[in-house]
């Protein structure tokens, strides 16, 4: 069975200032997808930014990028330029066969 | 194109009722999952549809939970003879399905259920 842990429940940083969220997991799968969600109050889940475990490029979205160790199975994300927006829960997920696993959160503030 | 959409928003109901919440996927989607959520967790995975056929369901589903797709299309959770920890966010996501030699898929997600269990 696949995990996934995220070690940090909270976390803060300024605005315009750099944060850079943790996330590790098991897993005995060689081809695999690597997500990260945003959860506002609103609790909609929102897609940030998903990496493919063949690519070793580290995948971007605008502000948004992750640091991708396949052998090392971390996979973290970085937010440059944060914005009061961002203020969220982050979740970190893991995709083998067919199903979502999901890490237990990161709830990032955004102080002004 | 109005997303995946989840009925109720909320729910409140008093412990040894049966609920059911339903859940619209987008249009063109063959898969359609059930998550449940608790305050300050990660959702988890509770089961999972093909079109109408369920494939697998997580050991968390208990035998008072039921969850159908019948043509298909939408989907019902049904939870009978609720208990207070029940109470929780139901999440519903849809995605494409199989699209080449690996699953490559984007979840949408709906907005949720909050169920309340007195």
């Known amino acids: 069975a696949q995990t996934v842990t995220q070690s940090q429940p909270e976390m803060s940083v300024q605005e315009a200032e750099t944060v850079t969220l943790s996330c590790t997991y098991d897993t005995s799968e060689n081809n695999y997808y690597l997500f990260w969600y945003k959860q506002p109050p609103s609790r909609q889940m929102i897609l940030v930014i998903r990496?493919?475990?063949?690519?070793?490029q580290n995948a971007t979205e605008n502000r948004f990028s992750v640091n991708f160790q396949k052998a090392a199975k971390s996979f973290s994300l970085k937010i440059s330029d944060s914005q009061l927006g961002d203020t969220a829960m982050y979740f970190c997920a893991f995709r083998g066969n067919e199903k979502l696993t999901f890490g237990t959160g990161t709830r990032l503030t955004i102080i002004p | 194109d109005t997303g995946v959409s989840q009925d109720p928003r909320h729910k409140i109901t008093k412990r040894g009722q049966n609920v059911t919440f339903r859940c619209d996927p987008i249009s063109e989607h063959n898969r359609l999952y059930w998550y449940r959520q608790t305050l300050g967790q990660g959702p988890e995975f509770l089961t999972y549809?093909?079109?109408?056929?369920?494939?697998?369901k997580s050991r968390l589903l208990s035998d008072r939970f039921s969850a159908e797709r019948p043509k298909g299309s939408f989907s019902t959770l049904e939870i009978q003879r609720t208990e207070q920890g029940d109470s929780a966010m139901y999440l519903c996501?849809?995605?494409?399905?199989?699209?080449?030699?690996?699953?490559?898929?984007?979840?949408?997600f709906g907005s949720g259920t909050q169920l309340s269990v007195l």
């Open positions: 990496q493919e475990a063949y690519k070793q």
């Open positions: 549809f093909q079109n109408e056929a369920q494939l697998e």
């Open positions: 996501a849809s995605s494409l399905g199989w699209t080449g030699t690996l699953t490559n898929e984007k979840l949408f």
